[in-house]
């Protein structure tokens, strides 16, 4: 047989001959397997098939009692085990307890958990529990009972906590132990204290204060206030801890006298006053307090062995009563704070409080210390005049109380009396006090004196007058009160300035003066009055300066209107009357005057200066006249100002000329006015030349024409020479002859034919020299020009002669070339050139073929550079240098140079006759001839290598003729320069462009960044 629940496997129950079998001893609601065995003597046979059954079910067996698994004082939490339900599940369990006594049993729980929580039990309470289980077969025994207990608690509060005496700073507590114990024996009670009224919690604060722990059931409590209410609770202890707090119980203890006020100290204070305030006493001791008492002293120490008397200087000491003084009772009253009136200013007291109740009376408050403000000082009494002068007076007076705070300056004002008609002042010195104080305070009072010294010095009076004073002291607090004003009156002194000075010019040199005695004689009579005079300082140019100087002025002037130095007074008049006349004075000069007034105490100031000017004056007579810029016709003159104007700008000037020679019927010469008009100068013209004359000026004014000045001989020059007549060629023309041999040689070298044709063709020259004449210049000189006709290839050729010779040897002159000779005069001392003379037509003659082809790859003849480069040019330079200096030996000293450009270059040489009026003119002209120069020959560029060389002649015609439109004639001059010039032009044109197109680019941007912005 097998039990299907358990791993035991088959058992057997039977063996036997029977064929049935009753097992007992089955488990109830059990499943079983059986099988059956055949056994023969051979052996065992198989098992039968097996066959099951289950046996029936029934109730469940009992289960175990109850075990605690967490315990409280007031709860058990039981657990079980589920018994074996014989066949048929559980579907419940009941548990029963007891009330912990010998009461019966009651339903704690039914259901189907196998455990449950017991409430509400009493603290350590023995409690007894079973428990039984259910199935639908019915109901299992009860288990075993289970006595199980709870946990102790703490215990109950003590009961009838109550108070038993009460006294002023103690009272006594008593209880009883709690009712209940929470299952464990009271061991301890403990009591504490809470403060309720104000004061007691000002000691002891709000919370509660544990006072007594121990088994006794009464307790004392000590260092209470009088007259507060207080909180007492207790509790009890057990071996679990404290319990509840009884109920607690008010405590008051006996009333007391009230404790000393707080905070005693001076509030405000004025100059008579103090307010001291204080706090009420932190307790009144249980009784209201009802009046409050005060007592004051002075802070002063009278016996001299107070510590505050020995402290020393800024150490701080308690306040402290001085023994020589008696404390005042100024108060008595229940408000707290009291204004103690009619106090000396700036004094220091002390003061102490206490409080009064229904108890007694408390203890006296620390001294504390206060004191008055300081007032203003006292008024001063009337100043008093210790010293007199014409303008100051001499104050003092006595110093003032000074009500707690020093004297730190006064301040002295003074006002002017009014004269009063008829009344004469009296002597100098104090007068008294003023009797009407309100006419006193009205008086234009203004300060005189500001300072620490109780007296001053008063300046700045008028002499002999009657003056109010007052004074003030001032402290730390302000101004005191004004003292009696007091009258004095200053000492005499010298008058005061005339008045109503007047100046009349009465003539060109004469300022006649008047002006009106003093307004005030400061107590002495005027006995004479003092003029004085000084010249104005004349503002304005140089001609000004020199009439301020001629006048004998000491002011400023002559450099236009500088600095004015002080003015140099000199004595005009002194004597009793009130007028009088300056004489000798300068025409048309201004001058200032001033008067002053002396009596017996001295000489009084000036009056303010009057200016006035005497009547003008024609002026003085201008300077000598300077001629310059002669001519044969007229020349410049100019003079200079007059150095005197005498009070009136020159108007106008007037020149006058005078031929000499011509006399009139008084034998003077005949003056004629050639020029009137504002300039100091004037340009004459239509004289007569090589004639001398004589000049004057003269200037006008608003007066009348001055005298005439010193007279200027003049002399007009010469007309140009006369042109030379009779010009005619007299040998060749003719090419150049070869150069000389080489030194020693003694036979003439075969001259190469660049050389010949580099010395061209001259041509000699012959001349009639004009005809002498008394008014025109006699020649030095003479220029000979030969001009290529038109169609000719040639350049200007000028021949300067120096010496008054008639003939020449013109050189340079370009081979088969034509060309018109001309001749002119040059006169001396730069009278000019003359005319030209009769052109002379010249023929040049042509160089042979040889000669031509020769010359085309070299250089021009003389300085001339038609064709060729840089390397002919240099030698053609060479070469004209040599045929130079031959044809200056050839002309007699003069050398003549010919190019395209006509330049020349003369040497003079000094001439052996002629009229001693060009000796000067014709030794500079030596002397710049001194040096003689050949200009080198310019290289040719490219544009002129293009015309003269490479182009056909039509198409180089053209050329030329484009670049004469564009450069003028002299395009191979200034084609380079006026291009380099456009060139210059055209980058500064670009640089401006580019800055102006920078800026506007920048502005731009800078505008369009900022309008995002806005």
């Known amino acids: 047989m097998e039990d299907q629940r358990g791993p035991m496997g088959f058992v057997e129950v039977y063996r ?124 299992s025994m009860w288990s075993s009972t289970a006595a199980l207990s709870t946990g102790a608690a703490p215990p109950d509060s003590p009961v009838a906590l109550q108070v038993v005496t009460a006294g002023r ?75 509840q707090w009884a109920l607690p119980v008010d405590l008051t203890t006996a009333a007391d006298a009230p404790e000393v006020p707080q905070s005693l100290q001076p509030a405000s204070c004025t100059p008579t006053t103090i307010v001291i305030t204080w706090a009420p006493p932190r307790h009144d001791g249980g009784s209201k307090v009802h009046t409050y008492r005060m007592e004051m002293a002075s802070a002063d120490c009278v016996c001299g062995r107070c510590p505050q008397a020995s402290a020393a200087s800024g150490q701080a000491l308690r306040p402290a009563l001085c023994p020589g003084h008696t404390p005042l009772a100024v108060y008595a009253a229940e408000a707290v704070g009291a204004e103690l009136r009619h106090l000396q200013p700036g004094c220091r007291y002390i003061f102490r409080v206490q409080a009064v109740n ?23 009494g009337p100043p008093l005049v210790a010293g007199v002068a014409p303008t100051a007076l001499m104050l003092s007076w006595q110093v003032p109380l000074a009500q707690g705070a020093p004297v730190s300056l006064y301040t002295v004002e003074a006002a002017a009396l009014p004269p009063v008609p ?172 001033r008067v002053r007034a002396a009596n017996l105490c001295g000489a009084g100031p000036f009056s303010a200066p009057v200016a006035a000017a005497t009547q003008p004056a024609p002026p003085s007579a201008p300077g000598k006249p300077a001629v310059s810029n002669r001519t044969s016709s007229g020349f410049r003159v100019r ?34 006015e050639v020029y009137r008009g504002p300039e100091a100068g004037a340009r004459l013209s239509g004289l007569a030349p090589a004639c001398k004359y004589l000049l004057r000026a003269a200037a006008i004014n608003a007066a009348g024409q001055g005298p005439w000045g010193e007279p200027e001989a003049a002399i007009t020059q010469l007309l140009p020479p006369l042109p030379p007549c009779e010009l005619a060629v007299t040998d060749g023309p003719a090419l150049a002859e070869p150069a000389a041999g080489a030194e020693g040689g003694g036979e003439a070298a075969a001259q190469p034919p660049q050389e010949a044709a580099a010395s061209g063709a001259w041509v000699a020259l012959s001349w009639q020299e004009p005809e002498a004449d008394a008014t025109h210049a006699p020649a030095m000189g003479f220029e000979v020009v030969a001009t290529p006709k038109p169609g000719s290839e040639g350049g200007v050729v000028k021949l300067n002669i120096t010496g008054r010779r008639g003939d020449a040897r013109l050189e340079g002159l370009a081979p088969g070339c034509s060309y018109s000779v001309r001749v002119r005069s040059v006169g001396v001392d730069g009278t000019g050139h003359s005319g030209w003379s009769e052109e002379a037509a010249v023929q040049a003659p042509a160089l042979p073929e040889s000669e031509d082809a020769a010359a085309a790859g070299g250089s021009g003849a003389g300085v001339v550079q038609r064709k060729g480069g840089k390397k002919g040019g240099k030698k053609g ?42 000796g000067k003119a014709a030794a500079r002209v030596a002397a710049a001839a001194t040096t003689v120069a050949a200009k080198k020959v310019r290289a040719r560029g490219f544009v ?54 920078t800026l506007i680019s920048h502005y731009t941007s800078s505008d369009a960044a900022a309008a995002p912005k806005s």
């Open 16 to 139: 036997g001959l029977e064929r049935s079998h009753k097992v007992a001893k089955l488990q109830a609601g059990v499943r079983y397997t059986s099988r059956v065995q055949a056994i023969n003597p051979l052996g065992e046979g198989p098992f039968s098939l097996c066959s099951a059954y289950t046996t029936q079910a029934t109730v469940p067996v009992a289960p175990e009692p109850p075990v605690v698994q967490t315990a409280s004082s007031s709860t058990l939490t039981l657990a079980w085990a589920p018994p074996a339900d014989n066949g048929s599940p559980i579907t419940g369990y009941c548990l029963e307890r007891d009330d912990g006594g010998s009461g019966d049993f009651t339903l704690e729980y039914a259901g189907p958990n196998t455990s449950h929580t017991v409430k509400g039990l009493k603290p350590g309470q023995v409690y007894r529990f079973r428990l039984r289980a259910d199935n639908d077969e019915g109901k």
């Open 169 to 243: 700073t103690s009272a006594t507590m008593a209880w009883r132990t709690p009712d209940d114990d929470g299952g464990s024996k009271v061991v301890a009670f403990g009591v504490e204290l809470q403060a309720k009224s104000k004061a007691a919690t000002a000691c002891m604060g709000n919370d509660w204060l544990k006072i007594f722990e121990g088994e006794a059931h009464a307790c004392t409590i000590n260092s209470l206030r009088p007259g507060c209410a207080y909180r007492v609770r207790v509790r009890a202890r057990n071996a679990v801890g404290w319990g």
């Open 358 to 380: 229904q108890q007694g009376s408390s203890g006296w408050t620390d001294w504390a210390a206060g004191a008055t403000c300081a007032d203003v000082p006292t008024a001063p």
């Open 422 to 593: 008829g009344a004469m002042l009296g002597a100098p010195g104090g007068a008294g006090v003023l009797p009407d104080a309100r006419a006193a305070a009205a008086l234009a009072w203004k300060l005189a004196y500001r300072g620490p010294h109780p007296g001053c010095e008063v300046r700045g009076l008028e002499p002999h007058s009657a003056y109010a004073f007052r004074v003030c002291a001032h402290n730390d607090m302000g101004a005191g009160g004004w003292s009696p004003a007091v009258a004095a009156i200053t000492g005499h002194a010298p008058p005061s300035a005339p008045q109503s000075l007047s100046a009349q010019a009465a003539s060109s040199a004469r300022i006649v003066l008047c002006w009106a005695a003093p307004e005030r004689d400061y107590g002495a009579p005027v006995v004479a009055y003092t003029v004085e005079m000084a010249p104005v300082a004349v503002r304005g140019g140089a001609a000004a300066g020199r009439e301020a100087a001629g006048a004998g002025g000491g002011g400023g002037g002559g450099k236009g209107g500088g600095g004015a130095a002080a003015p140099a007074w000199s004595h005009v008049f002194t004597g009793p009357a009130c007028a009088c006349s300056a004489d000798g004075l300068a025409p048309g000069r201004p001058y200032q005057f």
């Open 639 to 672: 003079w200079d100002e007059p150095e005197h104007a005498y009070g009136s700008h020159v108007a106008a000037y007037v020149l006058q000329a005078a031929p000499v020679g011509s006399a009139g019927a008084g034998g003077d010469s005949e003056w004629v």
């Open 877 to 918: 330079g060479a070469a004209a240098a040599g045929a130079g200096s031959d044809r200056a030996q050839a002309n007699g000293g003069a050398p003549s140079v010919s190019s395209d450009d006509a330049v020349s270059l003369s040497r003079e040489a000094a001439p052996a006759g002629g009229r001693g009026k060009g």
């Open 944 to 997: 002129e290598k293009l015309v003269d060389e490479r182009l056909p002649r039509g198409l180089a015609s053209v050329l030329e003729m484009v670049l004469v439109a564009l450069f003028s004639a002299d395009w191979r001059r200034c084609m380079w320069r006026d291009l380099a010039w456009y060139g210059n032009r055209l980058v500064v044109c670009v640089v401006v462009i580019v800055v102006v197109i």
